[in-house]
């Protein structure tokens, strides 16, 4: 069979039904530009605020829906899907992107005694929970919320060429062991990595597949703090803003980086992936201590 080598063919997300958890602010939002403006039938964007719901929507009145949604309860997810296959029936890409940064242990141990460290470490314990709740254990459950949905999009095919698949928004976090770095953050990324995995053998027999990215620093609520650290004088998305030592690129990732990396994986180039992790970072990770 004759294929096609064309971009305008090989990189389509045209028709597509995607469901965005956390799409409004970020990363997700990024995500969620990269389908809405290019030719996305229907965006589903879910979220917890109205105000940034709202917000998104003004990107692509035509073609997002926002959906407020808590991924962390398993009723409001399965209100949302509900909601979904009352108005159309299928989604081809659920994109799992809500996450968020609990508070990182406020002393280290090089600094203070082990009673004090210990006892700052246990003053911050509910980052824990609220780390894998939602970095982690919200994939799972937004997975098992949408499984018809995906199936249902393959039966449709309305994305030829491909399969259905989850989309998760990991992180390089889930990778690395700085000393004094956000251990809730990094652990459940490194489950989110592992779920991926895990679910990517786990659904072959439904032919849905799940992938996911694993972003560096990119400008985001949730990553403010981090690139405010790098004493950046201006955009830190510019050439040569950031030491090479720290992100070799010279510089934080740009909304295209994700935009084309997302673009790839969602469209007909992208569908001989399962279980695949895509590293966009600027080569930081290889700049930090890593796992064993």
Known sequence: MAESTSPSKL???????????????????KITKAFALNGAAKVYVLGRRQAKLDEAVKLSPSNITPIICDVTDKSSLLAAAAQIK????????L????GV?????????????????????????????LAFATNSTSIALTSFAFLELLSAGNEKRNAPGRD??????????????????NMAYGASKAAATHMVKHLSGTLTPYSIRVNA??????????????IGGLGVDGDPTRERSVSKGIIPAGRVGREGDVVGTVLYMASEAGSYLNGAINVI???????LQGTY
């Open 11 to 29: 990189f389509s997300v045209e028709g597509m039904v995607v469901v965005i958890t956390g799409g409004a602010t970020g990363i997700g939002l």
């Open 86 to 93: 009352q108005e159309t029936g299928h989604i081809n890409l």
């Open 95 to 98: 994109c799992c992107n809500s």
């Open 101 to 129: 940064m609990p508070d990182s242990i406020p002393v280290k141990p090089s600094e203070v005694p082990v009673s004090e460290y210990a006892a700052a470490a246990l003053q911050v314990s509910d980052g824990w929970d």
């Open 164 to 181: 259905s698949q989850i989309l998760v928004t990991s992180s390089i976090a889930g990778y690395l062991r700085v000393p004094g770095s």
């Open 213 to 226: 990215i694993a972003p560096g620093l990119f400008e985001s609520e949730l990553a403010s703090g981090l």
């Open 281 to 287: 970072d600027g080569g930081r990770i290889g700049q």
